[in-house]
């Protein structure tokens, strides 16, 4: 559940907490997704689940572009990884983004409704031709999608247009003016394994084609979205990439017109991050224990954000100077807190360890994504973790 180099650094630092990010062990994990898709699939990576420019830089090899959802995301993205294709997406694109977005050069435009895409038809007028996909809110089949912890799709959603206000937008297209229509994107559900995936691209693909059908378009681009699973449960899963590659290589040979685009965020950089710390306290409150560790939710959110229990590994630790008797816990669930004054704040809970001691490390997997950068930093005013990227 930890690479060697990212458990050596573990206990090496002097400072905790600390994000530790193993560089090289991401490159070989989307060199192997890269792999896995047909070669005709773009893989792009939505910055949001983690931007640091060290990552970014360890996946440009590997993607075909990123997808950005914020002016913010646009300007750090473009600086961090100049030449790599950007896609624009997200709700509640103000002018100004926009504006800084055309200004940017970036290649793909992801509108999320009409309103918008009037506003970009008005800001890009007099400047070059604007390359559009519609996100639509496709509705899915419930049975499909399995165990999908987080649906988006087919039900009310600030996301994309409804299947019928996607016609509505056509006109816009039309007349000489600065939009052009390349495809459909869509974004539907996360936590779906490959199984469910090529159900919901099946869908996205074939409605896709029907659309263009009926309106006599010519669609050369199809986006899938991202929301493959990450199993916190079950942390040494991963997504089947080769069933989910060779069920697109299929859908491809159906669509042989179209560029099919895959945008996975969780799936990518869960895997190379670890947001390590230790143990400062250990106590029974009415019959159960806890651990209380250095830090805590305002520096990873994701057990908060996602209920759950977020897997770790203990690094022990056999320093003990102090002059009374070790606490520590053996053979038995523990519930691992940090320091916040919320009771909110639990990072696993009644996680069963052989054994935890006041002094000892733990290490937090799948921290790679949505932990540090959604996080509420500030609470508490503790200090920041230290960064290390392994290379
Ligand atoms: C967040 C997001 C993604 C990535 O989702 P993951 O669950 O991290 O794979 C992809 N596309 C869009 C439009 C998103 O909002």
Redesign the pocket.
């Known amino acids: 559940m930890i690479t060697a180099r990212a458990a050596e650094r573990a206990h090496a630092l002097t400072e905790l907490p600390a994000y530790v990010y193993d560089l090289t062990a991401l490159a070989t994990h989307a060199g192997a997704v890269r792999a896995a898709l047909p070669p005709s699939v773009e893989l ?1 990576y ?1 910055a ?2 983690n931007p640091a420019p060290e990552l970014l830089e360890a996946l440009a090899p590997h993607v075909s572009g990123f ?1 950005v ?1 914020s002016g913010g995301e646009l300007a750090h993205v473009r600086t961090a990884a100049p030449g790599v294709p950007l896609a624009f ?2 709700p509640g694109k103000t002018e100004d983004e926009i504006g800084a977005a055309l200004e940017a050069g970036v290649e793909r435009f ?1 509108v999320e409704s009409e309103q918008e895409l009037r506003l970009l038809a008005a800001v890009a007028s007099p400047r070059r031709a604007v390359e559009v996909l519609l ?1 639509v809110n496709l509705p899915l089949d419930a049975a499909e999608l399995g165990g999908a912890a ?1 649906a988006m799709g087919g039900r009310p959603s600030p ?1 994309g247009l409804d299947p019928d206000r996607v016609e509505a937008c056509l006109p816009l297209f039309a007349g000489g003016g600065p939009l052009r229509l390349r495809g459909i ?1 869509a ?1 539907l559900a ?2 779906l394994d490959a199984g469910a995936q090529l159900a919901v691209a099946t869908r996205i693909a074939d409605w896709t084609r029907d659309f263009e059908a009926r309106h006599g378009l010519d669609l050369t681009e199809v ?1 899938v ?4 699973a ?1 199993d916190y449960a079950r942390p040494a899963e991963r997504f089947d990439w080769t069933a989910y590659g060779e069920g697109l290589r299929a859908l491809a040979d159906r669509h042989p017109r179209r560029t099919l685009r895959v ?6 950089t869960a895997y190379c991050g670890w947001y390590v710390t230790d143990v400062l306290d250990i106590k029974h409150s009415h019959g159960e224990p806890f651990a209380v560790l250095r830090g805590g939710t305002h520096h990873m959110r994701t057990p908060a954000a996602k209920s759950h229990s977020h897997p770790f590994t203990v690094l022990a630790n056999e320093t003990w100077t102090r002059p009374w008797p070790r606490p520590g816990v053996r053979d038995t669930p523990v519930t691992l807190v940090g320091q916040l004054c919320t009771p909110k704040d639990v990072l696993a809970a009644r996680a069963h360890v052989p054994e935890l001691r006041v002094g000892d490390r733990v290490a937090f997997a799948l921290a790679g ?2 932990a540090w950068n959604i996080s509420h930093h500030d609470f508490l005013m503790h200090p920041p973790p230290s960064f290390h990227y392994l290379t």
């Open positions: 792009y939505a949001k689940a997808e959802a997406g997200g992801h996100r987080l996301f994107h974004h996360s936590g986006g979205g991202g929301g493959m990450v945008e996975p965020g969780r799936a990518l994504a949505y």
